[in-house]
């Protein structure tokens, strides 16, 4: 009786251990999107962001959109009206601006050398940020934080990134 009531102590011991290691261990790389202090995780491996707003002073458009893949962040398009506070202060700060049809500056394909992407937003005029094509709302901060590794478990219980008038 003694060996089979040891069985029956270890079997259950050993399966939850088991199951433990299963539930805990296995990761894979995400990506960690903080919109005013709430954490979301998103699998994808890409994620685009467009950022719109006015400059503070002048009150003309400026638009910057991000693409992060690959653990990777780039910056793929920043326009604006012309040079000054705020903004890049002369041509030799950007070396790779054209124009466009509008006369605004364009500069394209800049590498950020970090995993990390934060935009303010509390003092942007009329701001409007897109991620993944879906319009977000955020007071205070974004913060975009790639290739961070994460068990499965957590990316099966965490928060998906908020989808167009959601109240998440």
């Known amino acids: 009786m003694k060996t089979r009531n ?12 088991t199951l433990t290691i299963i539930l805990t261990y296995p990761t894979t790389e995400t990506n960690k999107v903080i919109i005013d202090g709430k954490e979301y995780l998103t699998p994808n491996t890409e994620i685009s962001i467009k950022l719109e707003y006015e400059h503070s002073v002048e009150l ?5 959109e991000y693409e992060i893949k690959n653990c990777e962040i780039t910056l793929t398009t920043f326009t604006w009206p012309g040079y000054g506070a705020g903004l890049p202060s002369r041509p030799e700060d950007t070396p790779s601006q054209t124009k466009d049809e509008s006369g605004n500056y364009v500069a394209r394909n800049i590498t950020l050398n970090t995993t990390t992407l934060k935009i303010s ?6 701001p409007k940020l897109t991620i993944n094509n879906k319009e977000v709302e955020s007071k205070e901060e974004v913060v975009v934080i790639t290739c961070v590794r994460t068990p499965l478990i957590e990316i099966l219980t965490s928060r998906k990134l908020p989808q167009a008038n959601d109240d998440t």
């Open 60 to 64: 003309t458009k400026i638009t910057e």
């Open 6 to 17: 040891k069985k029956y102590f270890f079997f259950p011991l050993i399966t939850l251990i």
């Open 121 to 126: 937003m509390k003092h942007r005029v009329n």
